[in-house]
T-cell receptor, first 114, second 116 residues
Framework: AQKVTQAQTEISVVEKEDVTLDCVYE???????LFWYKQPPSGELVFLIR??????QNEISGRYSWNFQKSTSSFNFTITASQVVDSAVYFC???????????FGTGTSLTVIP | DGGITQSPKYLFRKEGQNVTLSCEQN?????MYWYRQDPGQGLRLIYY???????QKGDIAEGYSVSREKKESFPLTVTSAQKNPTAFYLC???????????????FGAGSRLTVL
């Protein structure tokens, strides 16, 4: 069965602190994709990153970085030097290769305090 | 600019009434989806459609119905059979998946339904 777990329901940090959002997944497929989406207060989910199961290289994009570890089935997301604009709900998701079905975690609500 | 338009943004309904939420995309995407979002429960799939005139039930289809008569449109009807319809509804689309790929979902801004 496919499952995505985001154990952190809510996180609050002070501006400029670093914060890591955890994501653990379960799947029996050997080829799959992992995603992170951001949902600001406006409601629309915004795509952040997609990673396939064969690419375990960490990725950095500005203040955002992602750590993919197949050994622990985790795909964690770190925001460096957080800003108020980072306040949002962040969702991790899983999709198995060749199928247009997505499994979402329950989301982590991040509040960055100025 | 291409994107997904959902309407209305806010909708109030009396118990026993059916309501239809609109979702229109101009991205030329084949696949479209409806998700329901409740606090603390993440996104749950209601229905999805891979091509015109075809759709599949998701995890929580009871009390909902859809149609896919045109590629760009995927309306969702919340029927009176849905026991707890108050929620935030998100429509999404993606290109049709081929081979071993996985496509990115593009989301609309959502519709918030409140049952009075």
């Amino acid at each position: 069965a496919q499952k995505v777990t985001q154990a952190q329901t809510e996180i609050s940090v002070v501006e400029k602190e670093d914060v890591t959002l955890d994501c653990v997944y379960e799947t029996r497929d050997t080829t799959y994709y992992l995603f992170w989406y951001k949902q600001p207060p406006s409601g629309e989910l915004v795509f952040l990153i997609r990673r396939n199961s064969f690419d375990e290289q960490n990725e950095i994009s500005g203040r955002y970085s992602w750590n993919f570890q197949k050994s622990t089935s985790s795909f964690n997301f770190t925001i460096t030097a957080s800003q108020v604009v980072d306040s949002a709900v962040y969702f991790c998701a899983l999709s198995e290769a060749g199928r247009n079905q997505f499994y979402f975690g329950t989301g982590t609500s991040l509040t960055v305090i100025p | 600019d291409g994107g997904i338009t959902q309407s209305p943004k806010y909708l109030f309904r009396k118990e026993g009434q059916n309501v239809t939420l609109s979702c229109e995309q101009n991205l030329n995407h084949d696949a479209m989806y409806w998700y329901r979002q409740d606090p603390g429960q993440g996104l749950r799939l209601i229905y999805y459609s891979q091509i015109v005139n075809d759709f599949q039930k998701g995890d929580i289809a009871e009390g909902y119905s859809v149609s896919r008569e045109k590629k760009e449109s995927f309306p969702l009807t919340v029927t009176s059979a849905q026991k707890n319809p108050t929620a935030f509804y998100l429509c999404a689309s993606s290109p049709r998946t081929g081979g071993t790929g996985a496509n990115v979902l593009t989301f609309g801004a959502g519709s918030r339904l409140t049952v009075l």
